[in-house]
Structure formats: structure tokens, C-alpha cells
């Protein structure tokens, strides 16, 4: 069974930057996709990135993209999300999650089966 484990996360300044890790264990790591999602107090999870693990292609919503780069590391089986010009409203608790069937599109939740436990960034004005 995989699992999933995110670091990274704490408390920074607008502007300032940070990396967010996501290691997998468990059996043969080959997902479809991988994603970083975030949730805020009293909002919806949202997506923030998105990786295809077999091509490294990459997606990004308006909201991050420019700012946020999603990588992937396959002999560590790790993930990474770079977030640079951090605001405010970046402030959530972030998730790595993996996906390993084409059924949902990648941006959805459903797309995604298995999940770390989450990682808090706080970002100070």
C-alpha cells in the first residue's frame, strides 16, 4: 500500500518562498498523475498542481500558475512543489495526492485515491 508523507510546510512572509516535499513508500510507485492540493479555513480543497508521472507534463490553475512549480524526483519517488512570491491568501493546509486511474479528470479530487496527511503554510502579510 502506498503512502504518502508531506514536508516542508510553516510560517513565512508575503513574497518569500518554500518547497514542499512529498515522499512515497510502499509497493511499485507509478501513479497516472500526482497532485498538490490545498484547503483553507471554510473552503473547498483546491487544486494547485498537477504532474503526470510518466511524461513530467504539468498543470496549473491561474491562481498559482507562474508562481508554483510542480517536480518530481522518480528514483526518490518524491514530489515537490516550489512556491515562490507566496501571498496571504497561499495560507492552507497542503496535500499531496496520487492518482492511478484515468477515469476523473486530474483536476478533481476523485481523481486522486491516496493522500498525505497534509502540511500547514502560513504566510504572514
Known amino acids: 500500500q502506498v503512502q504518502l508523507v508531506e514536508s516542508g510546510g510553516g510560517l513565512v512572509q508575503a513574497g518569500d518562498s518554500l518547497r514542499l516535499s512529498c515522499v512515497a513508500s510502499g509497493r511499485t510507485f507509478s501513479p497516472v498523475t500526482m497532485g498538490w492540493f490545498r484547503q483553507a479555513p471554510g473552503k473547498e480543497r483546491e487544486i494547485v498542481a498537477v504532474i503526470w508521472w510518466i511524461n513530467t507534463n504539468t498543470y496549473y490553475p491561474d491562481s498559482v500558475k507562474g508562481r508554483f512549480t510542480i517536480s518530481r524526483d522518480d528514483v526518490k519517488n518524491t514530489v515537490y512543489l516550489q512556491m515562490n512570491s507566496l501571498k496571504p491568501e497561499d495560507s492552507a493546509v497542503y496535500s499531496c495526492?496520487?492518482?492511478?486511474?484515468?477515469?476523473?479528470?486530474?483536476?478533481?479530487?476523485?481523481?486522486?485515491?491516496?493522500w498525505g496527511q497534509g502540511t500547514q503554510v502560513t504566510v504572514s502579510s
Open positions: 495526492a496520487a492518482g492511478f486511474s484515468w477515469t476523473y479528470h486530474y483536476s478533481s479530487i476523485r481523481a486522486y485515491s491516496t
